[in-house]
């Protein structure tokens, strides 16, 4: 320890000693003696003893009692009753928006099951899992259930719904067999599309071409979806 330590410890010891001491010559000479404990209250005398306290339980006065409270409100300036106002009035639940979709695809794996669903009424398309709600204004309906031709939807009611595949695809339509030749000729009769339907079988066929190659790119897309999901990490069980 440094000497100022220690003189500083010696300082601060002698300070103790004096005070000490000081309380000492008081105590010795009288000081204090003057003060004594307040003698115990007399319950007798004050009535506020343990026989007259009222042990009878409090019981809520009826309603009509609080007539005039309910007349003359406390916390209004005009001491009125406040008039009932129609929003107070409980606003009845909205109705559930109708069920207005297609199934386009599914797609079921061992550990995920897919539903392609298209909204009829904003014609748009979106991919769900099995739990998920519809988006949008069909918020209120859950996939609830995917089979290999079918998906089910509840509503928070409790009403459920099953949407079938849909897969309508355009076929060609034969062309009707024609007979040329006079009225009553004997003139064999020739089988064969006309020309106007001969083109319309074409179109037919290049547009069912195009829906298929448009169902085949919409499964490719499904499929690269659900590998997306797969390798997401799955939330830990409780």
């Given at each position: 320890m440094s000497i100022?330590?220690?003189?500083?410890?010696?300082?601060v010891l002698a300070g103790t000693c004096g005070v000490l001491l000081l309380l000492a010559l008081a105590q010795q000479i009288g000081f204090g003696r003057s003060y004594h404990w307040l003698p115990a209250d007399?319950?007798?005398?004050?009535?506020?003893?343990?026989?007259?306290?009222?042990?009878?339980?409090?019981?809520?006065?009826?309603?009509?009692?609080?007539?005039?409270?309910e007349a003359r409100p406390l916390f209004n300036e005009d001491r009125k009753p406040?008039?009932?106002t129609p929003g107070d009035a409980v606003t009845p639940a909205a109705p559930p928006v109708a069920l207005n979709v297609s199934l386009t695809g599914v797609i079921l794996t061992p550990l995920l099951h897919l539903a392609m669903i298209h909204d009829n009424a904003k014609n748009n398309a979106v991919v769900l899992k099995e739990?998920?709600?519809?988006?949008g204004d069909l918020g209120g309906w859950t996939l609830t259930r995917v089979k290999e031709r079918s998906a089910f939807f509840k509503?928070?009611?409790g009403e459920e719904v099953e949407v079938e595949l849909s897969t309508a695809v355009a076929s060609p339509k034969p062309g009707a067999p024609v007979r040329s030749g006079a009225p009553g000729s004997a003139a064999p009769p020739q089988f064969g599309p006309k020309p106007a339907a001969a083109a319309?079988?074409?179109?037919?066929?290049?547009?069912?071409?195009?829906?298929?190659?448009r169902i085949e790119e919409?499964?490719?897309?499904?499929?690269?979806?659900?590998?997306?999901l797969k390798q997401q990490p799955q939330p830990p069980q409780s």
């Amino acid at each position: 320890m440094s000497i100022q330590g220690a003189k500083l410890l010696t300082l601060v010891l002698a300070g103790t000693c004096g005070v000490l001491l000081l309380l000492a010559l008081a105590q010795q000479i009288g000081f204090g003696r003057s003060y004594h404990w307040l003698p115990a209250d007399d319950d007798t005398v004050t009535g506020l003893g343990a026989t007259g306290i009222d042990r009878t339980p409090f019981k809520l006065p009826p309603e009509s009692g609080f007539a005039q409270t309910e007349a003359r409100p406390l916390f209004n300036e005009d001491r009125k009753p406040t008039p009932d106002t129609p929003g107070d009035a409980v606003t009845p639940a909205a109705p559930p928006v109708a069920l207005n979709v297609s199934l386009t695809g599914v797609i079921l794996t061992p550990l995920l099951h897919l539903a392609m669903i298209h909204d009829n009424a904003k014609n748009n398309a979106v991919v769900l899992k099995e739990g998920m709600p519809l988006p949008g204004d069909l918020g209120g309906w859950t996939l609830t259930r995917v089979k290999e031709r079918s998906a089910f939807f509840k509503e928070a009611a409790g009403e459920e719904v099953e949407v079938e595949l849909s897969t309508a695809v355009a076929s060609p339509k034969p062309g009707a067999p024609v007979r040329s030749g006079a009225p009553g000729s004997a003139a064999p009769p020739q089988f064969g599309p006309k020309p106007a339907a001969a083109a319309s079988k074409s179109a037919d066929t290049n547009q069912a071409g195009q829906l298929q190659r448009r169902i085949e790119e919409r499964r490719k897309q499904m499929r690269d979806e659900a590998e997306r999901l797969k390798q997401q990490p799955q939330p830990p069980q409780s």
